[in-house]
């Protein structure tokens, strides 16, 4: 794609045609100023296959907030949309309305408020909250959405990746499997969400990382062709890589061939006063061949090597691979501790295309209308209960239990404070016959999740390291009940509203049937 072409399909025009034809008729009513809530969140967790997350990871922010600094509407953008026609050959939009567009169309003026990437998120709390003038609020619905759910998407199959190799190492290997350009939001919510480095160069030196890999199965193959061997491949590589040498042992036959010659060659370095990495298993039954594979090391003298393993993983089979280890292991007197602490997985197309749920469902919903200086309440009907939104400007806290396990997300209206009450009231958002009551002493604190990130024309909060945002995932996590970290149905972590949102919702719901009914019996 040529850089022009680029500019004009990442810029501006990054939206859907209806963001444009709803604002130039909110333009044409007089509407376009007025200003509006929309909140992003998402209704349902990923459910790889039969295998529900218990929570997501918050990731894509920085880069949204970036785009929204940088994009412009450029004269070549305001051609294209004033050459869209419609069935008759009318154009779609109107002069006026473009000449407003290139004057006015920039996102300064919204409000954005926001969860802190890293974060552990819930179903139906706002991770992104927008206010501001409704034709530009609208027009951000499409941007944000592309942005957000897929970096948060992917974090989030990271952290579970993380989670189930237990304290060994995750490298992301997604970059030749991933949505073009896309795999670079992927490759850095992966980083967000768990793993450690990336294969991918030049993501990592953005990030502040030094990229990671090995070598391929082609360098042994093209050394064999000419008539050498695996060896003298293994020793061309250790020649030109003394210091950062691992090597690839499945190419000929991983435990007759592979690992033999990789020790010949580690001998050879450490006599020459270099350590070697380790080696990379690709193929065959892994969690056999590590064990294999670590008992011979061990044996050369080489314990602290380490054994990197590819080739599909994700974390169902990376939880299976660690099971085995444990279970196989000590039969062959292998501490399975030390060699599951040794390994390092490798995760490609699992990670990188968010195997088994290819998308996560967040939605950009208008919750509140501004008149005459004070919020109104917006409602959105649906049959489906779990699509009507929470209305309304709204507090998101984190509700700690008294271990200090967060054990509630509580919705509540700007002016309540958990921390201020006898007792906090939580009310299911789509039944409120299931509620429970925590009291005071039942608490051991709660923080409000939503900090406002841009205001008045400017940004607030610089972008975040990635070891901060890693801290954050990681701090989160630890504070969740175990069951709701499982990989296997977990326990469903309380997301709730207080009674007096919960009054309001049911009101608007009321409210909205009852005129829809006179409107219908009355045309």
Same mark, same amino acid.
């Given at each position: 794609m040529k850089e022009s072409d680029r500019r004009t399909a990442e810029g501006a025009l990054l939206t859907d045609l209806y963001q444009f034809t709803m604002a130039q008729l909110y333009f044409r009513m007089g509407m376009h100023e007025r200003r509006v809530q929309f909140d992003h969140f998402f209704r349902d967790l990923p459910e790889y296959d039969g295998h529900m997350a218990g929570y997501c990871v918050n990731a894509g922010? =920085?880069?949204?907030l970036d785009w929204i600094e940088e994009v412009e509407f450029r004269d070549e953008d305001i051609a294209l949309l004033a050459s869209q026609t419609g069935r008759t050959g009318e154009r779609i939009f109107k002069d006026d309305f473009l000449t407003w567009l290139k004057a006015q169309g920039n996102f300064r003026d919204l409000t954005i408020m926001a969860i802190a990437e890293g974060r552990v998120v819930h179903p139906h709390v706002p991770l992104t909250v927008?206010?501001?003038?409704? =034709?530009? =609020?609208?027009?951000?619905? %499409?941007?944000?959405?592309?942005?957000?759910?897929y970096q948060t998407l992917i974090a989030t199959k990271a952290a579970r990746i993380h989670e189930s190799a237990q304290g060994g190492q995750v490298l992301e290997f997604g970059l030749r499997r991933?949505?073009?350009h896309g795999a670079n939001a992927g490759g850095r919510g992966a980083l967000i969400g768990g793993a450690g480095f990336s294969s991918n160069v030049g993501l990592s030196y953005a990030l502040g990382l030094m990229p990671k890999g090995t070598h391929a199965h082609s360098m042994v193959q093209m050394f064999m062709t000419l008539g050498g061997g695996e060896l003298e491949a293994f020793r061309a590589y250790a020649e030109i890589y003394p210091d950062d040498c691992l090597l690839l042992v499945d190419t000929v036959d991983t435990l007759q061939s592979g690992v033999p010659n990789a020790i010949k060659v580690f001998e050879e370095l450490r006599a020459g006063g270099h350590d070697p990495v380790g080696i990379r298993l690709d193929s065959g039954d892994l969690a056999f061949l590590s064990i294999q594979a670590a008992l011979m090391l061990d044996k050369a003298g080489f314990e602290n090597t380490s054994i990197v393993l590819s080739n599909n993983l994700d974390e169902m089979v990376i939880w299976q691979i660690v099971t085995q280890v444990r279970s196989e292991a000590p039969n062959y007197g292998v501490d399975p501790d030390k060699l599951i602490s040794r390994l390092v997985y490798g995760v490609? %197309?699992?990670?990188?295309t968010s195997w088994?749920?290819? @998308?996560?469902?967040?939605? /950009?919903?208008?919750? @509140?209308?501004?008149?005459?200086g004070e919020w109104q309440p917006a409602i959105k009907l649906s049959e489906s209960p779990s699509k009507i939104p929470n209305p309304g400007p709204k507090a998101v806290?984190?509700? /700690?239990d008294s271990r200090g396990n967060a054990t509630a997300d509580w919705l509540s209206l700007e002016d309540e404070d958990p921390t201020e009450m006898a007792a906090v009231e939580l009310i299911h958002p789509m039944d409120r016959t299931r509620r429970r009551t925590l009291a005071r002493e039942d608490i051991s604190g709660a923080e409000r999740l939503l900090e406002t990130v841009q205001e008045g024309g400017r940004r607030l909060v610089d972008s975040p390291d990635l070891d901060s945002m890693r801290r954050l995932r990681q701090a989160d996590v630890d504070r969740l009940d175990p069951g709701v970290r499982r990989l296997l149905n977990p326990h469903i972590y309380h997301v709730s509203l207080s009674r007096r949102l919960s009054d309001l919702k049911r009101s608007l719901i009321r409210g909205a049937v009852g005129s829809d009914a006179q409107d219908a019996r009355s045309s």
């Open positions: 922010l =920085a880069w949204l927008v206010q501001g003038p409704l =034709a530009m =609020a609208q027009i951000l619905e %499409t941007p944000l959405l592309n942005q957000m759910n991933g949505p073009e490609g %197309t699992r990670l990188i088994g749920e290819p @998308a996560l469902g967040g939605v /950009y919903k208008l919750v @509140a209308v501004e008149e005459g806290w984190r509700v /700690y």
